[in-house]
Every structure is written in structure tokens, then in C-alpha cells.
């Protein structure tokens, strides 16, 4: 059972009720007023303030979709490859690995110099075909997306090598799709402002597209792009890094993948009607369904299978969720802080990611103790290397 109902029952929350900010609650309950919200809000344990619609919130919509509650990082997401490498095979210092991975995989603002050769369909088509078909006027962007494919970009995304309780070694990795799917969001976001029928919303931002109109078929489509982009980009990725570590062990074998999108949406049916839900910093977590919750740079991760919680939607939280904003990260904590907090770890302990220190994050442990009844875990991990933009 979820901790709290509030607004009558239209938020359920999965968290304590005073961890929650007063803006994210706010958001919230402007999310609670929609026309077209079906039952309620899910609130994960990771929620967090976000732009337009909160993040860590899962919304079922009747014949709507609101942008804003997908977020601009379209098709967000992560994945989790258990190798058959043990602990024992990694060397005392993992700097060179780090080194090759940043070589390999271009971080923050940098992309590769060329575009990568792409997986191909059945029809003998890669993601980039359908770049032209796109609805959003985003076609000068073309030769940046394609060599945008296969990079980490900055923030909250990451590469990590992570230990679990058995000593095995774990490749993860977290990204979304890029500058083109925050463009094509802010473009279809903007349209979504103006249509007549979401002048009188509570929260603009929260607009939202209406089944059976020109403006929602344009959207899905760019969206249903954006999202397959996002998860083309963590494939190359995950082959650009697992060749680097093939040339440090030749005896690499991949015995398993899990992947999982963050910020989307889905058609789905719940509370035998058929909705669309989105997840904004969640994961579906439908029961027997495998997902990854990675705590912060320094803490815990999760591997897990899904409970099927019907009032949450079939969903879980992606992450520990921010408990402050980057720029008060930034002005609390110093580089002291950052390499006392992620101590035994090989990454970055500099000024540029101090806004990514575990301090700044919400306690894993507590939101995984709060969303027992979401998800079981199947595996917990604790990275030994990690990648920042």
C-alpha cells in the first residue's frame, strides 16, 4: 500500500509525506486537477520537483497525452548487463578502464566526429531513415543526431562497472535521447500551450495533446521516434564499451541484459480500461517484469523484478530522486565531500560533477524500504567505476 492519499485520494504517494517539497507537491495536485486524469497520481518514492509535471510521477490520461509529464529527455532510460567477470578479475586500479570508456563513449556536450554505422531493421533501415518523416521542424538537426548516437551526455547520466553480493561484475549505463529528443519535446510542448482547451489548466505546462486531433498523431509519432532513438543510443553504447572492455578481458562474455525506458509513454490497459500512461522518472515494474533502480555515484543499485501493483500503475521509482537542486548541491558540498562520499569508487571527484554527489540524493535504502510492495530485488549492486558527463 502506498503511505499517503492526499486530495482526496487522487495523489497516492510512496514516500513520506515531509520529504516531499512544496513545489513538487504543488505539481502534484495542479496534475490531480486534469480533466482527463484517470483514478489518481501515482507519486513514486523518488518524486522530486520537476519542469511541468513532477518527476518520479506516473499519470494515467483518458484519449490525452501531456508532454510535459514525459519530460524533454524522451525515451530516458537504462541498462544492466551482467557479465562473467568476478571481482577478482578486475585490476587494483581501475583508471585506464575509465580512460578507454571516456575515449570510447563522447560525454556531456562532446558527440563523435562521425556517425557511427547503425543497427539495421528488418527492412534494411536504420533509426536515422525515419529522421526525415519527423513532424517537428528538426531536419537541419540530422547530421548531429546521427553522431549524437552512442553518447552519454552530462548530468544524471552515467556509466558504471558495479559489484554485486556474489562478487560478479555488472556493465549499467543511463541515458536518454539526446539534444533531438529535448527538441522535439520543446517543439511539440509549445503547441500543446496554445490549443484552446488547455487555456484554463491549472498549470499550463501540464498541456496536454487530445486523442483523434492532427497535433496528437504528429506527437506520438515524433515521440515513438524519439523513444526508439533513446534506446538505439544505449545500444551503441553498450557495444562501444563492451569492446573496451574486451581489450582489457578477452574473456568478457555478456550472460544477460536488462533494459528499461524512464520517460515515456505507453498504451496500456488498467482498472479494466485502456489509458495512456505516463512515466516521468519511473520504471513499469508489471509483475515478473525486470527493471534497474541505480542509486547515486557512491550507493547502491538495484536490479529488480516487478510486483504488478495495480495502484501504481504497474510502475516503480528509476533512481533515489534529487532531495536538493544542483546549484544547492554545488553551494553545500565541496570536492572534499565529493571524494569522502564516493570513496573506492574510479571517477571524476572534481568541481564539474559536484552536483552529482551521492549527498545530493535522496537514501536508497529508505526508497526502496518504500516501495516494497512495488518491486522485489533480484540483485543488489555497488559500482567500483563510474563515468559522468
Known amino acids: 500500500m502506498c503511505l499517503h492519499e492526499i486530495a482526496g485520494g487522487k495523489i497516492k504517494l510512496w514516500t513520506q509525506l515531509d520529504s516531499v517539497e512544496s513545489q513538487a507537491l504543488d505539481q502534484l495536485k495542479n496534475i490531480a486537477k486534469l480533466p482527463w486524469l484517470f483514478k489518481h497520481v501515482a507519486s513514486m518514492p523518488d518524486v522530486h520537483f520537476g519542469k511541468g ?3 518520479g510521477s506516473v499519470i494515467a490520461l483518458k484519449n490525452a497525452v501531456s508532454p510535459a509529464a514525459v519530460g524533454v529527455d524522451i525515451g530516458c532510460g537504462m541498462g544492466a548487463m551482467l557479465t562473467n567477470l568476478r571481482a577478482e578479475d578486475l585490476p587494483d586500479s581501475l583508471y585506464q578502464i ?7 563513449v563522447p560525454v556531456g556536450f562532446a558527440r563523435h566526429d562521425y556517425g557511427k554505422s547503425l543497427r539495421r531493421d528488418k527492412s534494411n533501415k536504420t533509426i536515422m531513415h525515419g529522421f526525415k518523416d519527423l513532424f517537428a521542424p528538426v531536419h537541419e538537426l540530422e547530421g548531429t543526431a546521427h553522431k549524437q548516437i552512442g553518447t552519454l551526455g552530462g548530468g544524471n547520466h552515467f556509466i558504471e562497472l558495479c559489484l554485486d553480493t556474489e562478487g560478479r561484475v555488472w556493465l549499467m549505463l543511463h541515458s536518454g535521447s539526446r539534444n533531438i529528443g529535448k527538441t522535439l519535446a520543446e517543439y511539440h510542448m509549445a503547441i500543446a500551450k496554445k490549443l484552446i482547451h488547455n487555456q484554463t489548466l491549472p498549470d499550463r505546462d501540464l ?6 486531433t492532427r497535433e496528437m498523431t504528429e ?3 515524433d515521440l515513438d ?3 526508439k532513438y533513446a534506446f538505439e543510443n544505449r545500444a551503441m553504447m553498450k557495444d562501444l564499451i563492451f569492446a573496451v572492455l574486451r581489450k582489457h578481458f578477452p574473456q568478457i562474455l555478456e550472460l544477460d541484459y536488462i533494459a528499461c525506458h524512464h520517460n515515456y509513454v505507453s498504451q496500456e490497459n488498467h482498472f479494466g480500461e485502456d489509458v495512456l500512461v505516463t512515466r516521468k522518472g519511473a520504471i513499469y515494474a508489471g509483475r515478473g517484469a525486470m527493471g534497474i533502480i541505480p542509486g547515486s555515484m557512491g550507493t547502491k543499485s538495484y536490479i529488480v523484478e516487478g510486483l504488478g501493483n495495480p495502484d501504481s500503475f504497474c510502475s516503480a521509482s528509476h533512481g533515489a530522486g534529487r532531495r536538493m537542486s544542483r546549484g544547492e548541491a554545488k553551494r553545500h558540498f565541496t570536492e572534499a565531500d565529493l571524494a569522502t562520499q564516493t570513496a573506492g569508487v574510479e571517477c571524476r571527484k572534481d568541481q564539474g560533477v559536484l552536483d552529482e554527489i551521492p549527498g ?3 537514501d536508497i535504502d529508505q526508497v526502496m524500504e518504500n516501495q516494497k510492495d512495488l518491486v522485489r530485488v533480484v540483485a543488489t549492486l555497488k559500482q567500483v567505476l563510474c563515468v559522468k558527463g
Open 207 to 212: 498541456a496536454v495533446f487530445l486523442d483523434g
Open 225 to 227: 521516434w524519439a523513444q
Open 360 to 362: 545530493a540524493y535522496k
Open 53 to 55: 509535471a513532477t518527476v
Open 98 to 104: 575509465r580512460s578507454d570508456i571516456e575515449e570510447a
Open 219 to 221: 506527437y506520438w509519432h
